[in-house]
Each structure stands twice: as structure tokens, then as C-alpha cells.
């Protein structure tokens, strides 16, 4: 059974500072990755995915690693702002169905 | 429509009652899925749909759940004699395609308090 685990729980941060967020996930065999923000009382919004087949996705600040053979993946946030404050949830798909880590809370202060 | 949509937003209900959540995908997607998250959670899987078949409703937690999708668009979640347990919030999420590659996009979801 697929089990994803986020790394930390909760995060607070000085403005400006660059970031790193960790995701693991035990069953290797996956067809992709999935990093989603999510503000407080919203939905989820897509912000990279990663196929398999790739090591990495950029999207302006953010950068997603996938290292598929350690189970292992991270989202870079670089120069955080205070708007970067937001839950960030990492999924795995290796059947027809996401399965989401607990997320991780990020607060920025100005 | 431009994104996932999710009526009602809210929805406040008594305990054992029927309750109807519905999703209207992005235009022209086949894949539709439903997921619960509750407070301080991550969402877990309910049902997938490909196209007006549930592919897959492992994730439903016992009979008095129940979704459609009859013209492979529109899909509904049924819930019967709701319990406190239920309240949570509901989302809902699309792919242009199932089979495991494709980019989910996610609906506001439908937040149900059971009192």
C-alpha cells in the first residue's frame, strides 16, 4: 500500500528566504508526482507535475525534484513571500488515483 | 466551464438525512474523481470515474455512499443517513483522461457539516 510522508509538518519563515519541502513515498513504481497549494477553506491548485520519466519541473520559484528509485521528492520555493503562505500537498499516482501526503503549513512573515 | 465546479459550497445537514453533492468537471474531460479531506488531512480517494463507469470505488467507506455520472459529465455524490463521521469536505477533480498520467485539476469543494 502506497503511504506518502511530508516533511515538516509546519513551516515559518522570514520573507525572502529560500525554501526546501520534502515528500517520500514507499512504492517506488509510480507514474507521477503531484505538488499542490492549498489556501485555507479552498480547493487544490495544480502547481507541477512530474511524469516518471523526469527528474525535475520548474515553474518561475518553484522547482519539483523526483528521484523515483529513493522514493523521494522536493519543492523548491526560492525568495518566499508572505502570498507563498499556504498548505503544500504532495501526491503520488501509481494506480488510477492520487495518494496525498498530510501536506505541509507554510507561513511567510514579512 | 473554465475550472472544476462544486455545488453547494456549504452544505449544514442533520444527522440522518440525505445529502446530494454535485461536480461539474472541465469541459471535455473523461476522468472524474471524488476525494474526502478532513481537518488537517491530506484528501483521500472515494471513486473514479472513466467516463460514466466507476473505474474504481475502492475508496468508499461503506453503503451509504454512492456517486454518478450518467452522461459522463456531470457526477453526483450520494450520501444517505448522514453521520457526524461524514463531515468533512468533499472535492472533486478532473483529468483529461484517466490511466495514470494525466494532471488533476481540483474543484473548490463542498464543505458538509453533520449536526
Known amino acids: 500500500k502506497q503511504e506518502v510522508t511530508q516533511i515538516p509538518a509546519a513551516l515559518s519563515v522570514p520573507e525572502g528566504e529560500n525554501l526546501v519541502l520534502n515528500c517520500s513515498f514507499t512504492d517506488s513504481a509510480i507514474y507521477n508526482l503531484q505538488w499542490f497549494r492549498q489556501d485555507p477553506g479552498k480547493g487544490l491548485t495544480s502547481l507541477l507535475l512530474i511524469q516518471s520519466s523526469q527528474r525535475e519541473q520548474t515553474s518561475g520559484r518553484l522547482n519539483a525534484s523526483l528521484d523515483k528509485s529513493s522514493g523521494r521528492s522536493t519543492l523548491y520555493i526560492a525568495a518566499s513571500q508572505p502570498g507563498d503562505s499556504a498548505t503544500y500537498l504532495c501526491?503520488?499516482?501509481?494506480?488510477?488515483?492520487?495518494?496525498f501526503g498530510t501536506g505541509t503549513r507554510l507561513q511567510v512573515f514579512p | 466551464g473554465a475550472g472544476v465546479s462544486q455545488t453547494p459550497s456549504n452544505k449544514v445537514t442533520e444527522k440522518g438525512k440525505y445529502v446530494e453533492l454535485r461536480c461539474d468537471p472541465i469541459?471535455?474531460?473523461?476522468?472524474l474523481y471524488w476525494y474526502r479531506q478532513s481537518l488537517g488531512q491530506g484528501p483521500e480517494f472515494l471513486i473514479y470515474?472513466?467516463?460514466?463507469?466507476?473505474?474504481?470505488d475502492s475508496g468508499l467507506p461503506n453503503d451509504r455512499f454512492f456517486a454518478v455520472r450518467p452522461e459522463g459529465s456531470v457526477s453526483t455524490l450520494k450520501i444517505q443517513r448522514t453521520e457526524r463521521g461524514d463531515s468533512a469536505v468533499y472535492l472533486c477533480?478532473?483529468?483529461?483522461?484517466?490511466?495514470?498520467?494525466?494532471?488533476?485539476?481540483f474543484g473548490e469543494g463542498s464543505r458538509l457539516t453533520v449536526l
Open positions: 501526491a503520488v499516482r501509481n494506480t488510477d488515483k492520487l495518494i
Open positions: 469541459s471535455g474531460h473523461t476522468a
Open positions: 477533480a478532473s483529468s483529461r483522461e484517466g490511466g495514470g498520467t494525466g494532471e488533476l485539476f
Open positions: 470515474f472513466q467516463g460514466t463507469g466507476a473505474a474504481d
